[in-house]
């Protein structure tokens, strides 16, 4: 989301929040979306991404991209917070 669209969802009284993309999917294209260079990441962040991407390798629905993405950070939150 550009930082204006932010600060137009903001001034709307919508909840917002941005981040930068430490990873993506390949949607079984590469066998681990794990990088050696992830594994300095400290231990809820790392364990934030295992699970998000896990959650794309377990579920995933054809044409709901928000719908994929807004699930597995769910899923990635919450079970970084749990660990």
């Known amino acids: 989301m550009p930082f204006g669209e932010k600060q137009r969802l903001d001034r709307e009284s919508y909840d917002t929040y941005v981040q930068g993309a430490h990873a993506y999917s390949t949607l079984g294209w590469l066998r681990d979306p794990i990088f050696s260079s ?3 990441w400290n231990e809820g962040t790392l364990a934030n991404l295992i699970l998000h991407e ?3 390798g377990t ?3 054809r ?3 928000d719908f994929n993405e807004q699930m597995a950070t769910f899923i990635g939150n919450r079970g970084a917070i749990h660990f």
Do not use: W
């Open 63 to 65: 044409d709901k991209t």
């Open 54 to 56: 896990m959650s794309h």
């Open 59 to 61: 579920l995933y629905f």
């Open 38 to 40: 992830m594994l300095k």
